[in-house]
């Protein structure tokens, strides 16, 4: 079974400064994805940014960039500028991309303040 | 854009009551995905369905159930309640190609169970 570890339960950043968090997956299946979610107090779940394993580029959306590693099986997001309006719960997320209709695995989250 | 529907947004309940949840995914979706997250918690996965047909099965209680009918909404019953069922669960979607590793989440239903 896949597994998602966030090791970070906390972090905080100035605004207008960049910080990253940071996730590590385990799974032995080649084609997969990854994702990370952001769940702001209202507890809506946003998606953030994905990133295909097949690919080696990183993914960037805007201010929201990550690095991912595969082979040391990390995926961390690096986030510029922080804003107000980032400080939320992040969540990394993997899902197999054998089959159709496949769960999403998440870490335990890593809980963002954004100080002004 | 139009966003995955969930109703009710919030439900009360005695224990050993039953519900239904209720979701409505964005339209040209076929994939539909239940997820319970408690308090302080990552969400869990329940249950999936594909083209109405279950496609993947997580710890869902035997006390739940879920189905997608022919229009492609879900519904989850949830029966003889308890305590520990109090959360918030979530109904997400995909698409049929192209994005379909993406789910996409509805604001979920605040479930409490007294």
């Known amino acids: 079974a896949q597994t998602v570890t966030q090791s970070q339960p906390e972090m905080s950043v100035q605004e207008a400064e960049t910080v990253t968090l940071s996730c590590t997956y385990d799974?032995?299946?080649?084609?997969?994805?990854l994702f990370w979610y952001k769940q702001p107090p209202s507890r809506q779940m946003i998606l953030v940014i994905r990133q295909e394993a097949y690919k080696q580029q990183n993914a960037t959306e805007n201010r929201f960039s990550v690095n991912f590693q595969k082979a040391a099986k990390s995926f961390s997001l690096k986030i510029s500028d922080s804003q107000l309006g980032d400080a939320a719960m992040y969540f990394c997320?993997?899902?197999?991309?054998?089959?159709?209709?496949?769960?999403?695995?998440f870490g335990e989250g890593t809980q963002l303040t954004v100080n002004p | 854009a139009a966003g995955v529907i969930q109703s009710p947004r919030h439900l009360i309940k005695e224990k050993r009551e039953t519900a239904t949840l209720k979701c409505y995914p964005i339209p040209r979706h076929d994939t539909v995905y239940w997820y319970q997250q408690g308090p302080g918690q990552d969400p869990q996965f329940l249950i999936s369905?594909?083209?109405?047909?279950?496609?993947d099965k997580g710890s869902i209680p035997d006390r739940f159930s879920a189905q997608q009918f022919s229009d492609y909404h879900s519904e989850l019953n949830m029966s003889s309640l308890e305590l520990g069922d109090s959360a918030l669960y979530f109904c997400?979607?995909?698409?049929?190609?192209?994005?379909?590793?993406?789910?996409?989440f509805g604001p979920g239903t605040r479930l409490l169970v007294l």
């Open positions: 369905f594909y083209e109405k047909m279950q496609s």
């Open positions: 997400a979607s995909s698409p049929v190609g192209g994005d379909e590793e993406t789910q996409y």
């Open positions: 799974t032995s299946e080649s084609d997969y994805y």
């Open positions: 997320a993997y899902r197999s991309g054998e089959t159709s209709g496949s769960r999403l695995t």
